[in-house]
């Protein structure tokens, strides 16, 4: 079992950077990768960067390559997702989640996710 808590998100202007940390509870965190996912007021769940274990493989949505980073430090429990360059289409609640597969983008396969946090970009 893998409890997650986001925190770090909030309002920024446009062009600014914000990151969010995910936090997760258990001895196994080291084992998952993690995953970073946004949903827009009435939208669907998307996609926005993975890591795999080891952080040794990333993957991440078009629209945020280039802007978005996402790491990991196994001995702190903690996955981050740095934003920089932020843009109000990056609006959402971000939820971390994790995996027992390898890299996957499909929601589905997601094991556990945290609560979401809200991070709101204003033009």
């Known amino acids: 079992q893998v409890q997650l808590v986001e925190s770090g998100g909030g309002l920024v202007q446009a062009g600014g950077s914000l990151r969010l940390s995910c936090a997760a509870s258990?001895?196994?965190?080291?084992?998952?990768?993690m995953g970073w996912f946004r949903q827009a007021p009435g939208k669907e769940r998307q996609f926005v960067a993975a890591i795999s274990w080891s952080a040794g493989s990333t993957n991440y949505a078009g629209s945020v390559k280039g802007r978005f980073t996402i790491s990991r430090d196994n001995a702190k429990n903690t996955v981050y997702l740095q934003m920089n360059s932020l843009k109000p289409e990056d609006t959402g609640v971000y939820y971390c989640?994790?995996?027992?597969?390898?890299?996957?983008?499909?929601?589905?396969?997601?094991?556990?996710w945290g609560q979401g946090n809200q991070v709101t970009v204003s033009s």
């Open positions: 258990g001895r196994t965190f080291s084992t998952y990768a």
């Open positions: 989640a994790a995996t027992t597969n390898t890299i996957v983008i499909m929601s589905t396969f997601y094991n556990y």
